[in-house]
């Protein structure tokens, strides 16, 4: 098993480029098995997460073929609808096939996704929105039997709100079912994340009729088919949030590149709150190369970081997926800060690690008290998800002596070879098997 061994206290200077993001890439690619033309996605990141749904559509039928940083999935052989077990417990998002494999042929069996580190992650949502579009749903030796009546879903008033909040994989879903369904679909209290916007574009180039996506309220006239198309992921906003941390927690002076600022608005006041500078450099890039309104930003810290309160939300507000990382840089800040979590209330497996660095954290219930410290100590520390790995990371890079991040497995499903990225900065980090 492979970990990061970093030596700490190292400003971090220099450029980086932000890639696409992971999180649109995976509903992009299922959204693919409603047609059998190209899909052409440019931009989607080199992860585990993506090479694990690159396997989950080529066991549907799927021909997936990479030319550099873009994938263009092709309709190798219709009418497989059976999603494995063994594909879909390795990445909870498997469970994105779902509503395009039902949308395209009328019936799919697709295993339930298993349990997550970040807390209980129910799909009653999804499930409930598709039975709202006609489907007929029930489970079966741990997978969920989904079967259109006729064939075709049809259109219908769906309301995707929980007790956290909407859900973003599951607007992803119904949005993805329904474009092929009969008639008017009107999706309310969807996710507003500009992931579930980023694939409402594709499933526009591919001839859908989707209104409202990004807000709150989604509107959708189903058609009979849709076509090839070609589309251009949106940059990763929670990499983009962790480098800016990086920078800010090492003191460093840093330009990201393709840096997506109208997503990232909570996270960035926060931020400047905080003490942390952001400016825009240079001129707007050449058309095409800076999607999506990207840009690029210097970021600069202050030595004083200021502690702030932090509350979770769903988009527009500030990101569980960043929580951990912020976390990490108000462990130095000149106080007392508070974290609330309001969409994985229990996602705190990264308090119990950063206590072994020296930090100085209180958990109550879903809320965490962190009383900034003179310093960290490095220390070897484990993380069982993603986001939480990445506030180690960041908490290593700013400690003194050495820190061993284990089970970096979990970051590689998130960041595209992050140590190179950190290296390029100027941090002391390298990967070592163990
Ligand atoms: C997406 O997960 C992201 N994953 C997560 O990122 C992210 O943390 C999460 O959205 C919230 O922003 C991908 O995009 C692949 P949800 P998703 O359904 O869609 C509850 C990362 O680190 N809920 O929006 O699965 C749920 O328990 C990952 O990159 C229900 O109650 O999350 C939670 O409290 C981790 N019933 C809230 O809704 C449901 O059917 C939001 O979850 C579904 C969800």
Redesign the pocket.
């Known amino acids: 098993m492979d970990a990061f061994l970093i030596n700490g206290g190292k400003p971090l200077r220099g450029e980086v480029r932000i890639h696409g993001s ?2 649109a890439s ?2 992009l690619m299922a959204a693919a098995l409603l047609t059998d033309g190209p899909v052409t996605l440019r931009d989607v990141p080199d992860l585990a ?1 993506i090479r694990n749904m690159t396997r989950l559509l080529d066991s549907l039928g799927q021909s997936i073929e990479p030319q550099g940083e873009a994938l263009t999935i092709t309709t190798r052989d219709a009418g497989k609808t059976l999603a494995h077990y063994d594909i879909v417990r390795t990445m ?2 498997g469970i994105c096939v779902l509503g395009p494999l039902l949308a395209a042929h009328g019936s799919a069996k697709v295993s339930m996704p298993g349990g997550c580190a ?11 929105g598709l039975r709202a579009l006609g489907a007929e749903i029930h489970l079966d030796a741990g997978y969920i039997v989904a079967e259109a009546p006729g064939g075709r879903l049809r259109g219908a008033h769906v309301f995707l709100g ?9 607007t ?1 879903n119904v949005l993805s079912a329904a474009v092929l369904a009969a008639g008017t679909t009107v999706i309310e209290s969807a ?1 507003c ?1 500009p ?1 579930v916007e980023d694939l409402a574009r594709l499933l526009n180039a591919m001839g859908a009729r989707v209104a409202g996506a990004g807000s709150p309220v989604i509107t959708v006239e189903g058609v009979d088919r849709l076509r090839a198309a070609e589309h251009t992921v949106i940059p990763d906003r ?1 990499e983009a949030g962790t480098y800016v941390m990086a920078a800010a927690i090492t003191n460093g002076d840093v330009v990201l590149h393709n840096f997506p600022t109208s997503t990232l608005t909570a996270a960035l006041d926060r931020l400047r709150e905080i003490g942390v500078t952001l400016e825009a450099v240079g001129a707007s890039e050449p058309a095409g190369a800076a999607p999506h309104g990207a840009q690029s930003v210097r970021v600069v810290t202050p030595r004083r970081l200021h502690p702030v309160q932090v509350v979770t939300q ?2 527009p507000g500030f ?3 960043l929580q951990a990382q912020i976390m990490a840089l108000l462990t130095l800040a000149d106080g007392n800060a508070i974290i609330t979590e309001k ?2 209330p229990d996602r705190f497996l990264h308090v119990a690690e950063l206590l072994r660095m020296g930090a100085d954290i209180t958990r109550v219930g879903s809320s965490a008290m962190i009383t900034g410290v003179r310093e960290l100590v490095g220390a070897p520390v484990m993380a069982s ?3 939480a790995s990445a506030g180690l990371v960041l908490a290593g890079l700013a400690a003194r002596g050495q820190t061993q991040v284990n089970r970096v497995y979990h970051l590689d499903r ?1 960041y595209e070879r992050m140590e190179l990225t950190l290296q390029q900065l100027g941090a002391d980090i390298e990967r070592v098997e163990v």
């Open positions: 992971k999180n995976l509903p997460d909870r998002a970040i807390g209980d992650r129910p799909v009653d949502l999804h499930l409930r929980g007790p956290n909040g909407s859900t973003v994989l599951g992803a996710a994340e992931e929670i769903p988009h990101p569980t997926d969409i994985f998800d993603l986001r998130g």
